[in-house]
């Protein structure tokens, strides 16, 4: 690993005498998930509660006509079968619009559809039943009579004055436009030895959790209270939302959060059929149950992607690249989502191209494009994925149009690591990255020159490698720049408290929560650092609004860095704390004792003094035996939130080696590197893991995923025969090494590291495919990369 | 006709008898009916993997089976595996690499790839490949899995020797 | 997404089971291996009135060798295929295809006659049954059937089977001495249904196809035997007469467009499994390098 600045303070807390900090050590409580004894929300069960499912619209645009249920609500175990007009009673619509998205407009969207359906999926009618088999019988027995409304599919003509306007209040099927312009774009083409120009096209991808969406709500009537198990990113989120629309106060909601089989961002938005279960529950009283199946979740999940973007970048024949520029158009489904807005991506594509460069010219235009398709929003690696594979593929055609290797144009424009802090010409502002150190690494570990070689020696025997290069730069530690300053209720910040417990153990709740990242493992690592308390020792509680510090939860790449160092802060007072009462005890001075090993021990020679176990039964069974005076505050709590960066950016570089078959246009992925800058790694595997998930969410996008729809909205392809997600037979191994610049904001020094696997593996397959067919003189700029573009492009077929 | 029907069959070595729906599938029996949970129903057409169980030694998609198929077999799930201890190794081999996140996909994969080791005493790891392609992750991006199903096969091989 | 409610079944013999099937008529499905009944009654896709449970008949099962036919029972699994010495000696082809159907769990349960009966167009095992000349035999009360494999398929899930009869074996001719197989298809991950695949059997003397059959699979209704492949049996192979065949299979082709692949990319594919299958069987592998179309 490469350390680009000295650590912060040589006896900072991160290195204190075993220490955890960097270290690789296996996540608590995995046996749980070994052995199948999780308790996710697919699994769990109340008394008395019902299990609701979905009529859903089998078109993309239609008025409802009438809704007769009467054959319905007779069938057996049938509990009520509701529509939007009755349910319209309990919970209140909602729009999915933020103020600092200047422009940014939505319809109202309801629980379920009143009069009218705007996608194929959206629900017309819930059924609650006993089973969840009785209630998809009887959901076969609910007649919906329906006339079908033109569907508004094609982004490219939506804007169009012969399409229908989709919301007519709107008055057309913009969401939402930004343009942005920076220094002299006009000027540095003119300027430039060459102009190169490509549309980019991106297929619509969607999460594909595992485990579905699930929720089960639960209203107590004679507490007035509601207490909602969901799979969530964002428990405190859900539990403002849910208050809001349900006419209820925050502490009115609890939202209990167990395991979560897979999010990826999937499961940090609020869903119309989730709030139905909410609604549902206080409706009829009891707790109420919805897991979407797999076909409900190819057609109601957040979509993703789906841009098709314009690019132009200027290169002078010495490499130098004049400018930037793009036009880049997306669709986002009917409404834009709630309460993140569908506008986000668009406008963090205009956000992060050409990031890594130095180049100060640079001209975007994102519009955002109403549609009659499932809604799009935040999917991991939220616009990262577009913006890089733009800013690389248009990197990568300049190098090849002045014959230049795409190694050395990128060492040639890439922003210099002693350069920092800077600014990209989008504003967005660097405390500290490692462009180059990465690349240099990454050819290191790759052999770059060797694979060259190899490459040009297997083409003589009809073998097309490819070699793809993606520098990127990543968006983590949010603050409140992200939703906050807009109006979003969604904290930027997390707290953690601690406590010692009377045996001398630590009881950890913090906000942020855990999907399987290591959430719960990295918390306990840096407290038991912190405190000098063994990892076992630490319990941690999270996703659970009665019992966790308000915060913003784990989405964005943002556990580690905020949610760490409130841990971090919390455990520091505990620590300071805990020493000043064994002072006290031992008749010492603080500053003469510190805990290492579970022990009060002495500053000057390690020698233990007192157990932490003998020091908690004092404190909580013998506090008449301290000195007057003393009252013992055996548990702190802290928050953080980044203030002076809005983002913690993070760089990396990845590298595919790949082979495509000419001539069957199938794509072979031999290898693949990533080298990553999260700054102060807590847990290297950890790291390391999140990369290689997060990587191979990219290569699904680049070679199979895609949500195809028909030109009537129609989804055909929602099951898992025919959404092809990646599987094990054809992933390559990954190698993962790191550049570790930490971040100055925290003491901790930690930055995200969720969203750079998936941010630059696309964009280094499709230049690596692209590599590979350069002697057939064809260049692919559209995803997933399937055999038919790829024998399109080679004029095979 | 389409009355409950009577079943009998071995879950994790225990007798079990129930009066069953034809329709109800095994994944839905082991879930609902015995609370089995750590059987993971995650796409019930077949193409996930996350309900993978045992019927009889040989590996099954409980989606793709109904509760009355089952009758007079032996089924085992990732309960019965882990309280056998028969896949120790293999969990702790999981746990050491980090060989899962979320842990939805876990008890079908550690199932699939105990069926592998059983039957291939040195399996290269596009052969694990190959024998986990059925089974769908999200998270790990495979090789943390790959590697501790490697790792475990070797290990099995130096403590016959 | 549960199946809708059904009556059940299990059959306790085959005169039992034709018994159920000759009183239910279509409103029954026959429940083998389930791998292909079960996702679609999940899905609600098909929801028969009663499930005839045959798993339970052993009489179905098994190889057996009569002179030079191997009579497979039609409850063979296809894990049984693949570990079959039979299979491996008389029918290198089955188990050569069976290795690319699905995945292992899948393959623990799905049968054989199953696969047959549900005619799945881009499916293996109709192909190779094709390839081989296989005979399906198949039962009714009234009595058997034995129906060349060409003849079983009529179209996408569509056989010569009616709602009454029960597929119960298939025969095929064994490998006769300096018989050669071929077996390929292009999936988009393993054990996806082919995009275009070719099961082939041929008998090579002196570097020349004394006998060829190509059985294409996934680029049409049905599997298809290739009549270009005559265009190869007793000539000299060179890549003008490769190229020739290649040309005629695909005219002789109709392939399916559908989100995976285009009618053209279909035949494309086609063309390059001839050309890698006859490269392959004659170990001639130049007459597989340079695709010039």
Request: aromatic share 6%; with cysteine.
């Amino acid at each position: 690993m490469t350390v680009t600045r000295a650590a912060v303070d040589p006896l900072s807390v991160l290195d204190r005498p075993n220490s955890y900090i960097g270290k690789t050590v296996p996540r608590p409580n995995l046996d749980r998930l070994l052995q199948g004894r999780g308790q996710y929300v697919s699994d769990l069960e109340l008394p008395r509660m019902a299990h609701v499912v979905f009529l859903r619209s089998p078109y993309a645009h239609a008025k409802i006509v009438a809704i007769n249920a009467d054959i319905a609500k007779r069938m057996p175990g049938v509990i009520s079968v509701v529509t939007g007009r009755e349910l319209e009673a309990v919970i209140t619509p909602w729009v999915g619009v933020l103020s600092h998205l200047k422009g940014l407009k939505s319809a109202p969207q309801y629980a379920i559809a009143i009069d009218r359906v705007c996608w194929q999926g959206e629900a017309v009618a819930a059924i609650v039943a006993t089973n969840r088999a009785a209630a998809e019988d009887a959901m076969e027995k609910v007649a919906v009579d329906y006339e079908e409304l033109e569907a508004v599919t094609d982004m490219r003509t939506a804007l169009d004055p012969s399409t229908p306007v989709i919301h007519p209040s709107l008055g057309d099927n913009l969401a939402f436009e930004r343009i942005h312009s920076a220094g002299d774009v006009d000027h540095a083409f003119s300027e430039s030895d060459a102009v190169v120009e490509a549309d980019f096209v991106f297929g619509r991808h969607t999460g594909v959790t595992l485990e579905p969406r699930a929720v089960v709500a639960d209203w107590n009537a004679a507490e007035a209270r509601l207490t909602i198990y969901q799979g969530t990113q964002a428990p405190h989120m859900v539990q403002n939302i849910a208050a809001l629309h349900l006419g209820l106060k925050d502490a009115q909601v609890r939202v209990v959060c167990n395991d979560v089989g897979g999010s990826f961002g999937i499961k940090v938005h609020i869903y119309a059929d989730e709030m139905a279960t909410y609604a549902l529950s206080k409706l009829l009283r009891r707790p109420v149950k919805f897991v979407a199946d797999r076909i409900e979740s190819f057609n109601t999940d957040i979509h993703a992607r789906d841009h098709r973007c314009k690019g132009r970048v200027g290169v002078r024949q010495d490499g130098t690249i004049t400018a930037f520029e793009i036009d880049d158009l997306t669709g986002i489904g009917p409404y834009s989502m709630y309460p993140r807005t569908s506008a986000i991506e668009a406008n963090q594509v205009v956000n992060l191209v050409g990031g890594p460069y130095i180049t100060q010219n640079y001209r975007a235009r994102a519009r955002v494009v109403f549609q009659n398709k499932n809604v799009m929003c935040q999917y991991r690696a939220v616009g990262h994925p577009i913006a890089c594979s733009v800013t690389e593929g248009l990197v990568d055609l300049a190098a090849a149009k002045i014959g230049m290797d795409p190694v050395e144009i990128r060492r040639r424009n890439l922003i210099a690591d002693n350069a920092y802090p800077c600014a990209s010409p989008s504003g967005m502002k660097f405390e500290q990255l490692s462009h180059h150190a990465s690349l240099a690494k990454l050819l290191q570990m790759m052999r770059y020159d060797a694979l060259r070689t190899e490459q040009a020696a297997l083409r003589k025997r009809n073998i097309h490698r490819g070699i793809g290069i993606a520098s990127f730069i990543e968006v983590t530690n949010p603050s409140a720049a992200f939703y906050g300053v807009g109006g979003a209720k969604i904290s930027s910040q997390d707290g953690v408290a601690v406590r010692m417990d009377a045996q001398g153990s630590v009881i950890c709740q913090t906000s942020i929560t855990e999907q399987g990242q290591g959430s719960e493992s990295l918390t306990a690592q840096i407290v038991g650092s912190v405190l000098g308390v063994s990892m076992e020792r630490v319990r941690v509680i999270l996703g659970d609004t009665d019992n966790t510090p308000y915060g913003g939860g784990t989405w964005a790449s943002r556990g580690a860095g905020i949610g760490g160092e409130a841990a971090l802060q919390a455990a520091k007072i505990l620590r300071s704390n805990i020493v000043d009462v064994a002072a006290a005890i031992l008749q010492s001075n603080p500053a003469a004792l510190d805990i290492v090993d579970n022990h009060v021990v002495n500053t000057s020679d390690g020698v233990p003094r007192i157990e932490l176990n003998e020091l908690a039964r004092i404190v909580y069974f013998r506090p008449d035996t301290l000195p007057p005076g003393i009252q013992p505050e055996l548990m702190a709590t802290r928050h953080f939130v980044p203030r002076q960066y809005p983002f913690a950016f993070t760089n990396g570089v990845q590298a595919s080696w790949l082979e495509v078959d000419t001539d069957t246009g199938f794509v072979k992925l031999l290898k693949h590197w990533v080298v990553e800058d999260c700054g102060t790694i807590i847990n290297p595997q950890l790291v390391d893991e999140q990369i290689r998930g997060g990587v191979v969410q990219g290569l699904g996008a680049a070679l199979f995923e895609k949500c195809i729809y028909d030109e009537r909205g129609q989804l055909i392809n929602a099951n898992m025969a025919d959404y092809l997600v990646p599987m094990s037979g054809e992933m390559p191994d990954i190698e993962v090494a790191h550049v570790v610049s930490p971040t100055l904001e925290s003491e901790l020094g930690a930055k995200g590291a969720g969203e750079a696997g998936t941010a630059g593996a696309a964009a280094a397959v499709a230049n690596a495919v692209n590599d590979a067919l350069r002697p057939f003189g064809a260049t692919i700029t559209e995803i997933p990369l399937t055999p038919q573009v790829i024998l399109t492009a080679l004029g095979r077929i | 006709m389409t009355a409950p029907v009577p079943v009998s069959l071995l879950v994790n070595g225990d007798p079990v008898e129930a009066i069953v729906l034809p329709r109800l599938n095994l994944a839905d029996f082991l879930r609902d009916n015995l609370k089995l949970t750590g059987t993971h129903v995650g796409c019930e057409h077949g193409v996930c993997g996350a309900c993978t169980v045992r019927v009889n030694g040989e590996i099954v998609r409980s989606c793709l089976i109904l509760a009355v198929q089952a009758q007079g077999s032996s089924v085992e799930t990732i309960e019965g595996l882990s309280d056998s201890g028969e896949i120790a190794d293999l969990q702790a081999a999981f746990r050491e690499r980090n060989a899962l996140q979320c842990g939805y996909c876990t008890p079908g994969m550690l199932i699939t790839a105990q069926d592998l080791l059983k039957h291939t005493s040195a399996p290269d790891r596009g052969a694990i490949r190959d024998h986990l392609s059925g089974n769908y992750c999200r998270c790990t991006g495979y090789q943390a899995i790959v590697d501790a199903v490697e790792a475990t096969a070797r290990a099995r091989a130096e403590r016959s020797t | 997404m549960k199946a809708a409610a059904f009556a059940y079944a299990r059959a306790t013999s085959v005169a039992n089971a034709l018994e159920l099937l000759a009183a239910h008529g279509d409103r029954a499905k026959v429940l083998s291996g389930g791998q292909s009944l079960m996702p679609a009654m999940n899905l609600r896709l098909v929801s028969p009135d009663i499930v005839v449970d045959i798993g339970g008949l052993h009489e179905l099962g098994g190889f057996t060798l009569k002179k030079d036919i191997l009579v497979i029972g039609a409850l063979t699994r296809h894990v049984d295929l693949l570990r079959s010495g039979e299979v491996a000696v008389h029918a290198p082809l089955l188990r050569d295809a069976v290795a690319h159907v699905a995945h292992p769990a899948i393959r623990n349960r799905g049968t054989l006659g199953g696969s047959l009966a549900h005619a799945d167009p881009a499916s293996e095992l109709p192909a190779c049954a094709v390839t081989l000349d296989a005979t399906i035999v198949v039962r009714s009360a009234g009595g058997e059937r034995r129906i060349a494999a060409g003849e079983f398929f009529r179209g996408i899930y569509e056989t010569a089977l009616s709602s009454e009869e029960l597929l119960v074996a298939v025969e095929l001719p064994v490998a006769g001495e300096g018989s050669t197989f071929f077996f390929q298809e292009f999936a988009r991950r393993h054990g996806d249904y082919a995009i275009a695949g070719l099961a082939a059997r041929s008998v090579v003397k002196s570097g020349t196809f004394a006998d060829l059959q190509l059985g294409f699979f996934a680029v049409g209704d049905r599997p298809l035997l290739a009549v270009a492949a005559r265009r190869l049996i007793n000539v000299s192979i060179t890549p003008v007469t490769v190229a020739e065949a290649v040309a005629a299979l695909t005219d002789e082709l109709d392939p399916q467009e559908d989100q995976l692949a285009s009618a053209a990319m279909r035949r494309h594919l086609a063309g390059v499994l001839l050309r890698r299958c006859v490269a392959t069987l004659l170990s001639r592998p130049e007459l597989d390098v340079g695709v010039a179309e």
